[in-house]
């Protein structure tokens, strides 16, 4: 059962501005993490965020997690072309039948016009 | 020195056929993966391996077989192929379970079966 959901589907912007995308999730979860897939390549890993954490820095990166209404957010500031990627959300549940998996959302198509 | 390796990256072939595709990685890591992505980019495990051990088989037809000789390397081997099993496969591997860190993915393996 899928356990993330990423909002929006499609984001498209001018290079500069900010991007923020958004994840909700089912169940309980031991940490979140967000991966970047450039089109025609493997999911590389951005930040880990653990469910006793609410905010976490990474260069342009920042993401928030807020586990009473199981959600995630990712703000990527100052976008550059060099940013456009489909971002994921993975949850590792830390109950029920996904326990010791690790579920990827939908994921969200950024689009970063030069 | 690619971290997690995957071949072939393209396998094209006909249904009712035979086919494998191999992953090692070169990071020293207990736990590996196959992923399915499908043509919506949604990215959904199939099976872990901890120490060429199997401990997670999501709902997959056996005609899906994973084989792990050793820690380092996790091969699928893929019978009597059918439609809708085109996709694009990708390997990963982290260190120790889900919950104490990252995945890092293989480039994939785009399997068209006509």
């Known amino acids: 059962s899928q356990q993330g959901e990423e909002d929006p589907q499609a984001l498209s912007i001018q290079e500069g501005e900010n991007a923020t995308m958004n994840c909700s999730y089912k169940t309980s979860i031991n940490n979140l993490q967000w991966y970047r897939q450039n089109s025609g390549r493997g999911l590389v890993h951005l930040i880990l965020?653990?469910?006793?954490?609410r905010e976490k820095h990474s260069g342009r990166l920042r993401v928030t997690l807020d586990t009473s209404k199981k959600s995630s957010s990712l703000l990527i500031t100052a976008s550059r072309a060099a940013d456009t990627a489909s971002y994921f959300c993975?949850?590792?549940?830390?109950?029920?039948?996904?326990?010791?998996?690790?579920?990827f959302g939908k994921g969200t198509k950024l689009s970063v016009k030069p | 020195d690619t971290a997690v390796s995957q071949t072939p990256k393209y396998l094209v072939t006909q249904m009712g056929n035979d086919k494998s595709i191999k992953c090692e990685q070169n990071?020293?890591?207990?736990?590996m993966y196959w992923y399915k992505q499908d043509s919506k980019k949604f990215l959904k495990i199939m099976f872990s391996y901890n120490n060429k051990e199997l401990i997670i088989n999501e709902t997959v037809p056996n005609r899906f077989s994973p084989k792990s000789p050793d820690k380092a390397h996790l091969n699928l081997h893929i019978n009597s192929l059918e439609l809708g099993d085109s996709a694009v496969y990708f390997c990963?591997?982290?260190?120790?379970?889900?919950?104490?860190?990252?995945?890092?993915f293989g480039e994939g393996s785009r399997l068209t079966v006509l």
């Open positions: 990963a591997s982290s260190q120790g379970t889900i919950s104490t860190g990252e995945l890092f």
């Open positions: 990071l020293g890591h207990d736990t």
């Open positions: 965020i653990r469910s006793n954490e």
């Open positions: 993975a949850t590792d549940a830390n109950s029920g039948g996904s326990q010791g998996n690790l579920i």
